[in-house]
């Protein structure tokens, strides 16, 4: 079992910053496969970012590339999503999710574990 703790969301001006942080416990956090998601009102969860356990690979979602670092701390069972030039379409619950099978999953239903997500809204 691995227990993920979303925290870092809130309310910020587009064009703004954040930075979401995700704490596991429970099983070896650097045998898995770390990734974020994010959910808006009324539509499906979607794919972020996601890095490998290493923290050598990373992949994003097109419409996050370039403004949105994944990153990962082993030592200190850390998972991060660094949002920089926040977009109001930005605006979800985001939640991080652990792997323990594929190097770099980019789907949903390749996560074992979730966490209970947190509120990022942008305004405009």
């Known amino acids: 079992q691995v227990q993920l703790v979303e925290s870092g969301g809130g309310l910020v001006q587009a064009g703004s910053s954040l930075r979401l942080s995700c704490a596991a416990s429970?099983?070896?956090?650097?045998?898995?496969?770390m990734g974020w998601f994010r959910q808006a009102p009324g539509k499906e969860r979607a794919f972020v970012a996601a890095?490998?356990?290493?923290?050598?690979?990373?992949y994003y979602s097109g419409s996050v590339k370039g403004r949105f670092t994944i990153s990962r701390d082993n030592g200190k069972n850390t998972v991060y999503l660094q949002m920089n030039s926040l977009k109001p379409e930005d605006t979800a619950v985001y939640y991080c999710?652990?792997?323990?099978?594929?190097?770099?999953?980019?789907?949903?239903?390749?996560?074992?574990?979730w966490g209970q997500g947190t509120q990022v809204t942008v305004s405009s």
């Open positions: 429970g099983r070896t956090f650097s045998s898995f496969a």
């Open positions: 999710a652990a792997n323990g099978g594929a190097p770099i999953p980019t789907s949903a239903f390749e996560y074992a574990y």
């Open positions: 890095i490998a356990r290493s923290g050598t690979i990373t």
